[in-house]
Nanobody
Framework: QVQLVESGGGLVQAGGSLRLSCAAS????????MGWFRQAPGKEREFVAV????????YYTNSVKGRFIISRDNAKNTVYLQMNSLKPEDTAVYYC?????????????????WGQGTQVTVSS
């Protein structure tokens, strides 16, 4: 069974930065597509960023382009989300997901494994 554990969330002022990490265990991390999603209070969970198994292909939702960077270290079984120029509207619980199928899907229904989430709060 694959386990995903997110870390790195916290409280930050607008304009600040955070780096989220998602450590995987129990599976073949290097073959998975990895995605970051977020859920704000009262809203549905939404796609943020995705990276393919090799790290060569990455996609972002429009609202974070130019501010967030997704990356991975297959030797450490970890995917990262560097978040810069944070805005209050980035406040949410951030989840990482793993998709066993190679590709770069933004559809959360296609993800097989999920972490428990980490809270990111951006104050104005």
């Amino acid at each position: 069974q694959v386990q995903l554990v997110e870390s790195g969330g916290g409280l930050v002022q607008a304009g600040g930065s955070l780096r989220l990490s998602c450590a995987a265990s129990g599976g073949t991390f290097s073959t998975y597509t990895m995605g970051w999603f977020r859920q704000a209070p009262g809203k549905e969970r939404e796609f943020v960023a995705v990276i393919d198994w090799s790290g060569a292909v990455r996609y972002y939702t429009n609202s974070v382009k130019g501010r967030f960077i997704i990356s991975r270290d297959n030797a450490k079984n970890t995917v990262y989300l560097q978040m810069n120029s944070l805005k209050p509207e980035d406040t949410a619980v951030y989840y990482c997901g793993a998709d066993r199928n190679r590709g770069t899907t933004t559809n959360q229904r296609q993800y097989d494994y999920w972490g428990q989430g980490t809270q990111v709060t951006v104050s104005s």
